[in-house]
């Protein structure tokens, strides 16, 4: 079956750090990928996604490559802020629309 | 442009008793689903509309949770009776009509049952 399997938390850096969350997945055919965030007290914002093999996503500083090959979609940035303190969750879309996620890693930047 | 939102932001009650949830998508989003996270676990698909018809509700746990989307704009989630395990946060989310579209989501209704 789909599964999204993300590493444990929480992680915490101190800031400008460079960060990498780890997000593989198992999935029949070609599903989009996605990173999803959810700051303190707020809902799940997109943050960046992918549609197929090799594609980049990228926003606000963060990236994650589509890598068919290792079945990843791993979270990167070069220099993290204490705003970017939050739970990062991943996620694989299905042919049907559904999303399945990751449970999610909790970031913590420390000044 | 308003985002998806939902109400309440948080419901406790007691075990037995009845809750509704409702969630607005954004205008236009033909597409709307719920998911749920409960304590600890990731996030879970319950049921996907399409306008006004369940596209899909295989998520759905079992037969105390009833969702409506009357007239394809707003849907309500209703748990009745609601149990322990019921506990989480309840999230839904809108989409234009065609399948690439991005799910945006609102922020959640957290549910405690006592």
């Known amino acids: 079956g789909n599964s999204v399997t993300q590493m444990e938390g929480p992680v915490t850096l101190s800031e400008e750090a460079f960060l990498t969350i780890n997000c593989t997945y198992t999935?029949?055919?070609?599903?989009?990928l996605f990173w999803y965030v959810q700051y303190p007290g707020e809902g799940l914002q997109l943050l960046l996604k992918a549609t197929k093999a090799d594609d980049k996503g990228s926003n606000k500083g963060f990236e994650a490559t589509y890598r068919k090959e290792t079945t990843s979609f791993h979270l990167e940035k070069g220099s993290v802020q204490v705003s970017d303190s939050a739970v990062y969750f991943c996620a694989l879309r299905r042919s049907n629309y559904q999303l399945i996620w990751g449970a999610g890693t909790k970031l913590i930047i420390k000044p | 442009e308003a985002g998806v939102t939902q109400f309440p932001s948080h419901s406790v009650i007691e075990k037995g008793q009845t809750v509704t949830l409702r969630c607005d998508p954004i205008s236009g989003h033909d597409n709307l689903y719920w998911y749920r996270r409960v304590m600890g676990k990731e996030i879970k698909f319950l049921l996907h509309f399409v306008k006004e018809s369940k596209q899909d509700e295989s998520g759905m746990p079992n037969n105390r949770f009833l969702a409506e989307r009357t007239g394809g704009t707003y849907s309500t989630l209703k748990v009745q009776p609601a149990e322990l395990e019921d506990s989480g946060v309840y999230f839904c989310a809108s989409s234009l009509p065609t399948r690439e579209e991005t799910q945006y989501f609102g922020p959640g209704t957290r549910l405690l049952v006592l």
């Open positions: 999935a029949t055919g070609y599903p989009s």
